[in-house]
């Protein structure tokens, strides 16, 4: 698969927002997620943006993608404890929905 | 609801052991895939398949093989563990955008 590149960890103070964001490399994907992993658990699909938009808002997640600089960006408002989370970045590549995740942005909420 | 069942959450196995990972599916899902996920490298894909019968190598394939018999079911196969398998499995499947996940397998081999 293609790269998928996150910064490891981002600590925030509960009710500020939080911006995690991600570069990728395949200028051809569909589509571009954010998937959350709560402790043990599966991922799930939190929000995913076409690649020929350049905002997504949905409550309190935006997304923001800048085709040109390949970089993707989610910005929770008002951040919770519940927010606490391991989140991914994620591109399709290639056929039959590959995706290719980044390594994961550990988000640690502080009450 | 999707829903994505994986036969076991934890499993300790020895090194040189076979070990049979299962994953079901209930959506009548055409694609499922395997990854293993590891801290510091994301999820990482192992196998995926396409429909019953159909499997393509992905990204990281040695030490392990898939089967996939019926639609809803795919197995990831250890044909002979090593502890550097020793990881999360994480199994998904999917029709559309959406990879739906199952809870992961944390297997341990010592």
């Known amino acids: 698969g293609e790269d998928v590149e996150q910064s490891l960890f981002l600590s925030v103070r509960e009710g500020d927002s939080s911006v995690i964001n991600c570069t990728y490399t395949?200028?051809?994907?569909?589509?571009l997620y954010w998937y959350k992993q709560e402790p043990g658990a599966g991922l799930q699909l939190l929000t995913y943006?076409?690649?020929?938009?350049d905002m997504k808002q949905d409550q309190r997640l935006t997304v923001l993608l800048n085709k040109k600089d390949k970089h993707l960006s989610l910005r929770i408002a008002d951040t919770q404890t519940g927010d606490s989370a391991i989140y991914f970045c994620a591109e399709t590549y290639g056929g039959y929905q590959k995706v290719t995740f980044g390594t994961g942005t550990k988000l640690q909420v502080i009450p | 609801d999707v829903k994505v069942t994986q036969s076991s959450r934890y499993l300790v196995k020895r090194t040189g052991e076979k070990v049979f990972l299962e994953c079901v599916q209930d959506?009548?899902?055409?694609?499922m895939f395997w990854y293993r996920q590891d801290p510091g490298l994301g999820l990482r894909l192992i196998y995926f398949s396409y429909d019953v019968k159909m499997k393509e190598k992905g990204d990281i394939p040695e030490g392990y093989s898939v089967s996939r018999e019926k639609k809803e079911r795919f197995s990831l196969i250890l044909e002979s563990a090593s502890t550097n398998q020793t990881s999360m499995y994480l199994c998904?499947?999917?029709?559309?955008?959406?990879?739906?996940f199952g809870p992961g397998t944390r297997l341990t081999v010592t």
């Open positions: 943006i076409f690649s020929n938009m």
């Open positions: 998904a499947s999917t029709t559309g955008y959406e990879q739906y």
């Open positions: 395949d200028s051809s994907s569909t589509y």
């Open positions: 959506m009548d899902h055409e694609n």
